[in-house]
């Protein structure tokens, strides 16, 4: 258990909805990141936020959004989805350090996400 | 543009047995490298990581790597192999490219493990 939460674990909707991802870091760490694994795709980094603030941005689409709260959890809002949407989200956290790179992620279970 | 290339997508290896899984990648520069296992069901972990120095990096469970800048390899060594190590490996390097961090992540290596 790496300390990382996901909630839902699964979500099934359908094309055209607007669906919202939660993840709650360890305690402590101030970095949250963004995934998505697909068999399309691969796995493919998103976005990351840190300490509120995003900090890198990966293949995120412009129909995907996400943001961090005061209380560090976050959040990624999935909108105007497509089949091809379907994949696993993951939800990675770091504790402060020195760069970008250099902080080790800690990987929650991944919400599965079908889009019907 | 960076790539990064795990050139198998199965490997099997038997119990007590050595393994190697190759990873290559392209980049202008030598990048942050990674190796990350994943379980079935769950999320990714990592094994191990290269910034600079010591081009031999040890790692959890018993793997370690190897950074060859000529080859631009990274490749993922383990002296035996555990039924436990049953998994996918995925190989990923970290750029700087056009002001943003990027994590590239290759394909994956299912290891299959024989008792």
């Known amino acids: 258990d790496s300390g990382v939460t996901q909630t839902p674990k699964h979500l099934i909707t359908a094309t055209g909805q607007r669906v919202t991802l939660r993840c709650s870091p360890r305690?402590?760490?101030?970095?949250v990141y963004w995934y998505q694994q697909s068999l399309d795709q691969g796995l493919q980094f998103l976005i990351q936020?840190?300490?509120?603030?995003?900090?890198a941005k990966g293949n995120i689409l412009e129909r995907f959004s996400a943001q961090q709260f005061p209380d560090l959890h976050s959040e990624l809002n999935l909108s105007s989805l497509e089949l091809g949407d379907s994949a696993l989200y993951f939800c990675?956290?770091?504790?402060?350090?020195?760069?970008?790179?250099?902080?080790?992620?800690?990987f929650g279970p991944g919400t599965r996400l079908t889009v019907l | 543009a960076q790539s990064v290339t795990q050139p198998d997508i199965h490997i099997t290896v038997s119990e007590g047995a050595s393994l190697e899984l190759r990873c290559n990648y392209s980049?202008?520069?030598?990048?942050?490298l990674f190796w990350y296992v994943q379980s079935p069901g769950q999320g990714l972990q990592l094994l191990l990581k290269?910034?600079?120095?010591?081009?031999l990096v040890q790692g959890i469970k018993g793997f370690e790597a190897e950074f060859k800048r000529s080859q631009s390899s990274f490749n993922l060594r383990k002296p035996s192999v555990h039924w436990s190590d049953a998994a996918e490996y995925f190989c990923?390097?970290?750029?700087?490219?056009?002001?943003?961090?990027?994590?590239?992540f290759g394909t994956g290596t299912r290891l299959k493990v024989l008792a």
């Open positions: 990675a956290s770091s504790p402060p350090g020195r760069g970008f790179f250099t902080d080790t992620q800690y």
């Open positions: 305690s402590g760490d101030l970095s």
């Open positions: 936020y840190y300490n509120g603030e995003e900090r």
């Open positions: 980049y202008g520069a030598t990048p942050y």
């Open positions: 290269y910034f600079s120095g010591d081009t």
């Open positions: 990923a390097v970290g750029v700087f490219t056009s002001g943003t961090y990027k994590y590239i």
